[in-house]
């Protein structure tokens, strides 16, 4: 009898542990992609907070690009807008980037802006800030798989429904944008 009830709380404790240590894990891979989604958050705000400065220098040389410089403008302001969620704000930031590669066609066609000290760091840090973006990207979508997978596969996928654990977005490119490549930035300061 003793030996059939210490096989018994072995069992119950084997069986509890499983779904215990799923949990855990769904719990510490939502939050890794969580915390990886507000890094992304942080680099896309230091392009928003660029891209005013970007404008006005530009503004500066080629003060008859107004629609240019009102389409920017409202770009970033939509991406800055509303909640932020990998799917809703893809096509957001791919807006906002088209509209910056504009900006900058405009500077190709003004050599002195193109030569300008302010123009040229704005350049530097535009390109690190996107560099930065790519890699928060691609590190949140890694977390993320990491993170579905786990929601669907078994048996982890019993915990994950009863806790609900859904299934979390990447943040992708529209396949037009991605194969368009970076804007086109000359860091030789040449004309």
Do not use: C
């Amino acid at each position: 009898m003793n030996a059939a009830l210490i096989v018994l709380v072995i069992v119950l404790v084997l069986a509890l542990a499983g779904p215990l240590l799923i949990y855990n894990r769904l719990v510490r891979l939502r939050n890794v992609t969580r915390e990886s989604w507000r890094d992304i958050d942080t680099e896309l705000q230091r392009r928003y907070d660029l891209i005013p400065n970007l404008v006005n220098t530009v503004k500066g040389y080629a003060a008859h690009e107004q629609q240019t410089f009102e389409a920017v403008t409202a770009q970033r302001a939509d991406a800055m807008s509303g909640v932020r969620e990998a799917d809703q704000q893809g096509p957001r930031e791919q807006a906002l980037a088209q509209g910056v590669t504009q900006l900058l066609a405009v500077a190709e066609r003004y050599p002195d802006l193109k030569a300008s000290e302010q123009f040229l760091a704005l350049q530097r840090e535009l390109s690190d800030t996107e560099d930065r973006i790519q890699v928060a990207r691609r590190i949140y979508n890694a977390n993320v798989r990491a993170y579905d997978t786990l929601v669907q596969t078994f048996p982890a996928m019993l915990v994950a429904r009863w806790f609900k654990f859904t299934v979390q977005p990447y943040f992708e490119l529209d396949p037009i944008v991605r194969g368009a490549g970076p804007p086109p930035v000359d860091l030789s300061g040449r004309t």
